[in-house]
C-alpha cells in the first residue's frame, strides 16, 4: 500500500467533469479518479471548510462513526474493474477492526472531515498511476480551473443532492 495525499479536486478540462488526484506521498505519480459532482463538492466544501446550514451526508457520516465511538483509521483504494474504481474504509471499533466496502469518493470525503490517511494498493497505482507534467499548474491555467471550479459551485443547489428539501 502506498499512502497518497489529495493533491487536487478539480474539473478535467476535456470533459468538464470533476477528478480528484491522488498523489503518492513519496513519489511522482498520481491516480487521477473521475467523480460525481455532488462528491466534488463535498470534497472541496470540507477541504475549504465552508460552512453549510445543515450536515452533510459525510458530516453524517463521521457524526455517526463518532457516536459509535468508533475512528476511521485509513481510507484505501483498492482496485479498478471496467472503470469503476472500489475503496474501503478501515474503521477501529473499540478492539475490533472493520472494512467498509465504499466508493472513493465518498471514502475520501469522509477522510477530508476526520483526517485519517489516504492509500492506494500498490497494483493499483502500478496500472493506473500517471506521472503529470508539472505538480503545479502555469498561472493561467491554475486561474482557469479556480474560476471553472466557482462557477460549478455557484450552480449547485439542493436539488443536486438528490431532494428539494431540507431533512
Known amino acids: 500500500m502506498l499512502e497518497v ?14 477528478v ?13 479518479i473521475f467523480i460525481g459532482a455532488p ?19 459525510h458530516d453524517l457520516m463521521r457524526e455517526l ?15 479498478v474493474q471496467q472503470d469503476t474504481f472500489y475503496a474501503e474504509i478501515h474503521l477501529e471499533v473499540g478492539s475490533r477492526q ?6 472513493p469518493s465518498d471514502a475520501i470525503a469522509l477522510a477530508t472531515r476526520t483526517g485519517s490517511p489516504l ?7 502500478e ?9 503545479e499548474p502555469e498561472e493561467e491555467e491554475s ?3 479556480v474560476s471553472q471550479f466557482r462557477e460549478f459551485l455557484d450552480d449547485v443547489s439542493p436539488e443536486d443532492f438528490g431532494g428539494s428539501s431540507p431533512g
Open 143 to 145: 486561474e482557469e480551473l
Open 20 to 32: 480528484i488526484l491522488l498523489q503518492e506521498k513519496e513519489g511522482e505519480r498520481s491516480l487521477p
Open 119 to 125: 492509500f492506494v494498493e500498490d497494483e493499483l497505482m
Open 39 to 57: 462528491e466534488a463538492t463535498a470534497i472541496a466544501f470540507a477541504l475549504q471548510q465552508v460552512p453549510v446550514a445543515r450536515p452533510m451526508t
Open 65 to 79: 462513526i463518532d457516536a459509535l465511538g468508533a475512528q476511521v483509521i485509513r481510507v484505501v483504494v483498492t482496485e
Open 98 to 103: 472493520v472494512q467498509v466496502s465504499s466508493r
Open 127 to 135: 496500472m493506473a498511476g500517471v506521472v503529470l507534467e508539472s505538480d
Open 5 to 18: 495525499r489529495l493533491s487536487a479536486v478539480q474539473v478535467d478540462l476535456q470533459s468538464n467533469n470533476p
